[in-house]
């Protein structure tokens, strides 16, 4: 098993920056990668970054790319979401998800939140206008 927990968000201003991290523990040899997605309230769960586990290939959607940057600490088996220039729309709750494979599956396979098997708790993310 993989456990996941997320922390770093909070309530910020339009126009400022979160770093969100994802903590990973138990059989993290597991995990081949992990991506970002968030959920507004009567929203679906949206795909926003990923990385690859070994090799730091990452991955970004459209809508947060050259915003948000994804890296992952080796050493502490952490990955961070570093979010700049923050918009009241980007208020959801983030996940960080992790799947041991396949290795072989593209981005667009990624993308989807059924892809996933390790899941976090999810953290609160809140831009004022």
């Known amino acids: 098993q993989v456990q996941l927990v997320e922390s770093g968000g909070g309530l910020v201003q339009a126009g400022g920056s979160l770093r969100l991290s994802c903590a990973a523990s138990g059989r993290t040899f597991e995990i081949y990668v992990m991506f970002w997605f968030r959920q507004a309230p009567g929203k679906e769960r949206e795909f926003l970054a990923g990385?690859?586990?070994?090799?730091?290939?990452?991955y970004y959607a459209d809508s947060v790319n050259g915003r948000f940057t994804i890296s992952k600490d080796d050493a502490n088996n952490t990955v961070f979401l570093q979010m700049n220039t923050l918009k009241s729309e980007d208020t959801a709750v983030y996940y960080c998800?992790?799947?041991?494979?396949?290795?072989?599956?593209?981005?667009?396979?990624?993308?989807?939140?059924?892809?996933?098997?390790?899941w976090g708790q999810g953290t609160q993310v809140t831009v004022s206008s």
């Open positions: 998800a992790a799947d041991p494979g396949p290795g072989w599956a593209s981005v667009n396979y990624w993308m989807r939140p059924s892809a996933y098997y390790y």
């Open positions: 990385i690859t586990w070994n090799g730091g290939r990452t």
